[in-house]
T-cell receptor, first 112, second 113 residues
């Protein structure tokens, strides 16, 4: 199906483990984004990518790593998960800076 | 750093009523402003996008306005319906060229049948 998908939808992990959240879009959009959503903070940008092999930090990048070897994929890795990274993670994409962003369904991550 | 505020945090109205949701931002040097809808446990759905050079956008029963100089935007919903119940998020795009969005914390709307 066309659109933007995220996997897994739900994940429980333990402190110190590495976790990778996947994001895939079928529109060939240039830009892709990772946000986290926490109560009281709204959505905050973690990392974004303007094209394959081009990534940049957002507002809250510490503890996260991204890569973009292919235009359609933008995985987010928590190298050593901490409890403060318990959150809902949203991936988004857009074809250009004049266009709306389209969001995936989110991944709910619980770090114990 | 751009700060986006949405007031009120929650709003309940009877079905059929017209309503206005408010959004304010601290830095007027924005690229655009978007309104999103989020249903519980779901992702975000884009409702309206206003470019910085525009004053308003309309889609069906929704009308969004933008006043950059005062750092304000409003989302007007006409003839509200129970299906409009959701959280409405305002997001401001910065001028980096990547359209990074700064979000408000949202207004949770409940339309009572």
């Amino acid at each position: 199906d066309a659109g933007i998908t995220q996997s897994p939808r739900y994940k429980i992990t333990e402190t110190g483990r590495q976790v990778t959240l996947m994001c895939h879009q079928t529109w060939s959009h240039s830009y892709m984004f990772w946000y986290r959503q926490d109560l009281g903070h709204g959505l905050r940008l973690i990392y974004y990518s303007a094209a394959a092999d081009i990534t940049d930090k957002g507002e809250v990048p510490d503890g996260y790593v991204v890569s973009r070897s292919k235009t359609e994929n933008f995985p987010l890795t928590l190298e050593s998960a901490t409890r403060s990274q318990t959150s809902v993670y949203f991936c988004a994409s857009t074809g250009g800076d004049q266009e709306t962003q389209y969001f995936g369904p989110g991944t709910r991550l619980l770090v114990l | 750093k751009q700060e986006v505020t949405q007031i009120p945090a929650a709003l309940s109205v009877p079905e059929g009523e017209n309503l206005v949701l408010n959004c304010s931002f601290t830095d007027s040097a924005i690229y655009n402003l978007q309104w999103f809808r989020q249903d519980p446990g779901k992702g975000l759905t884009s409702l309206l996008l206003i470019q910085s050079s525009q004053r308003e956008q309309t889609s069906g029963r929704l009308n969004a306005s933008l006043d950059k100089s005062s750092g304000r935007s409003t989302l007007y919903i006409a003839a509200s319906q129970p299906g409009d119940s959701a959280t409405y998020l305002c997001a401001v795009g910065d001028q980096t060229g990547a359209n990074n969005l700064f979000f408000g914390t949202g207004t949770r709307l409940t339309v009572i049948p």
